[in-house]
Structure formats: C-alpha cells, structure tokens
C-alpha cells in the first residue's frame, strides 16, 4: 500500500469522528475542493484503507445489556482447529470482536448479550458444545470507561511525500 498524504489523513481524521457528513461539508472541513475530497475517499475505500462505514449505537440505547470480555483456551491449536473455532465465533451475532492472540488463550472475545441468560446460551452454543474448548475465562463489564473505535492516525505517513512522478497514489 502506498504512503498516505496530509489530503488523506485529513479526510480520514474528519471522517473517523463523523461519517455522516456529506461531501461538500468534508470537503470544506479538508480544505480541498468537492471533487477532490469525493475522488480521495472513493479511492480510500477501493483500497481498503476505509474498510466500510458504519453506526455507533449507545448500548444504553439499545437497552444496556451485558458486555463480557471472553478468554477461550482450545485444546488442539491446529490451524484448522483454530479456523474452525474462529469461523463459529465471527458467525455467533452476539459476538463483536473476535481476536486470535499469543501468548496465552487463543482467542480474546468482546461479547454483547441482553442479559446473563442471553450470556448463557451464547456460552453454550460457543464453548460447551464444541469438545475442543479448553479452557473459558470471562470477565463482565461493570462500567465503559472509554470506546473510540478511531485508528491513530500519524503525520509520518505523510511525511515521505508522493511517490516519484510527484502524484499521490490516491490522487490529488
């Protein structure tokens, strides 16, 4: 992937804290012109810098609920053990995060149930069910401190400039 620009940055700093925005108020914020900030993203996007665009719903709007951080330890690591448990996980709703992680436990979870009998049939159908887990050790969220999904965004990538030729990969 080529280095990003300032252009860049700057469009995805204005876009990780609103994506709502529409094109003409981005560009404006980037001070660049329409055409540019609409060009720019298009090819952040094709490229997979911006991996798709989404809404943050509060929890407490959606009813609160039980968030859990989940260690799962398997008992064969193989690669298709792994595969096989990391596919049940990403496919299980009730499951928004799913880390493979070393050293200790294979897989770090970010669990949203409604409530602990929600918790519970998502254990069931996710640990006890599936001979090969080991080992699970949850942890229930008492209080959200912080959430800020926004990847840290730093100038030294733009720093090397354009690439020889004077043109922006993402265009300019």
């Not at 940055?9 to 094109?23: G, M, T, W």
């Not at 409604?114 to 049939?121: E, L, N, Q, R």
């Amino acid at each position: 992937m080529e280095a990003l620009d300032t252009i860049d940055l700057r469009l995805l700093e204005l876009l990780q804290a609103d994506a709502s925005r529409n094109n003409q108020d981005l560009a404006a914020a980037a001070s660049v012109s329409p055409a540019t900030a609409l060009r720019r993203v298009r090819r952040l996007v094709e490229t997979g810098v911006i991996e798709r665009q989404i809404a943050l719903v509060s929890p407490a709007a959606a009813g609160a609920g039980l968030t859990a951080l989940v260690e799962v330890t398997l008992d064969r690591q193989g690669a298709e053990h792994l595969d096989d448990f990391e596919a049940r996980a990403v496919a299980e709703a009730g499951v928004q995060q799913c880390y493979r992680v070393s050293p200790g436990p294979d897989f770090v979870l970010v669990v949203h149930a409604p409530d602990m009998p929600g918790y519970h049939a998502l254990a069931q159908r996710l640990f006890t069910q599936n001979a090969n887990v080991r080992n699970v050790k949850a942890f229930f969220s008492v209080k959200r401190a912080k959430f800020d999904p926004r990847v840290a965004l730093t100038p030294s990538a733009a720093d090397a400039g354009p690439p020889q030729g004077g043109r922006s990969p993402l265009g300019g």
